[in-house]
């Protein structure tokens, strides 16, 4: 078993930057692929970015690249998720996720098998 807490989230203003973690317990973490999602109200959790194990590999999606990094630091057992140039359509709450995998980090939700429970990030225009 793995637990993850999510933390960092809040309300900014739009060109603004958040940092979020996401500390995990439990199972060794460094066997573990970990991606950010998030969910907007009324819309479908979607991907956000993912980060192997070793943190060589890293994978965005398109609408957050050259605005987010994720870096992870295994013996502290934490993933971060550096959020810059915060536009108004990053409001959602984020998830942190973990992927028993020695590949890389996957794309899609069923990939993964430990989520935490979120953390709201707003962003006003």
């Known amino acids: 078993q793995v637990q993850l807490v999510e933390s960092g989230g809040g309300l900014v203003e739009a060109g603004g930057s958040l940092r979020l973690s996401c500390a995990a317990s439990?199972?060794?973490?460094?066997?573990?692929?970990a991606g950010w999602f998030r969910q907007a109200p009324g819309k479908e959790r979607e991907f956000v970015v993912g980060?192997?194990?070793?943190?060589?590999?890293?994978h965005y999606a398109d609408s957050v690249k050259g605005r987010f990094t994720i870096s992870r630091d295994n013996a502290k057992n934490t993933v971060y998720l550096q959020m810059n140039t915060l536009k108004p359509e990053d409001t959602a709450v984020y998830y942190c996720a973990a992927e028993f995998t020695t590949g890389g980090a996957g794309t899609r939700l069923h990939e993964y098998d430990y989520w935490g429970q979120g953390t709201q990030v707003t962003v006003s225009s």
């Open positions: 439990g199972r060794i973490f460094s066997s573990y692929a």
């Open positions: 980060i192997s194990w070793s943190g060589e590999s890293t």
